[in-house]
């Protein structure tokens, strides 16, 4: 079975940034495209960025300009730069394929807080 493992959450002030990792175990990660969602407490789960396999991004609007998405198909990692970080961006962040369903296969996700 897949493993994903999300890491590199953590408090942070507004304005500050972060850099999540997601380290995948499949064997077919170079030709998937991959996505970050978050889930803020009370709301459901967003997608906030993919990556295709061939390294073409989007973005939601709510993050644009702000998160890059890259990937290292050689490691099998995903990675979410995020920048100007905002109250709003507080969630539990997951890496997954983005035509994931919420009763599919989620690692455990890495908590983003951000507060003064």
């Known amino acids: 079975q897949v493993q994903l493992v999300e890491s590199g959450g953590g408090l942070v002030q507004p304005g500050g940034s972060l850099r999540l990792s997601c380290a995948a175990s499949?064997?077919?990660?170079?030709?998937?495209?991959m996505g970050w969602f978050r889930q803020a407490l009370g709301k459901e789960r967003e997608l906030v960025s993919v990556?295709?396999?061939?390294?073409?991004?989007n973005y939601a609007d709510s993050v644009k300009g702000r998160f890059t998405i890259s990937r290292d198909n050689a490691k099998k990692m995903l990675y979410l730069q995020m920048n100007s970080l905002k109250p709003e961006d507080t969630a539990v962040y997951y890496c997954?394929?983005?035509?994931?369903?919420?009763?599919?296969?989620w690692g455990q996700g890495t908590q983003v807080t951000v507060s003064s």
């Open positions: 499949d064997s077919i990660f170079s030709i998937k495209a």
């Open positions: 990556i295709t396999s061939g390294g073409t991004t």
């Open positions: 997954n394929s983005p035509r994931a369903r919420i009763n599919d296969y």
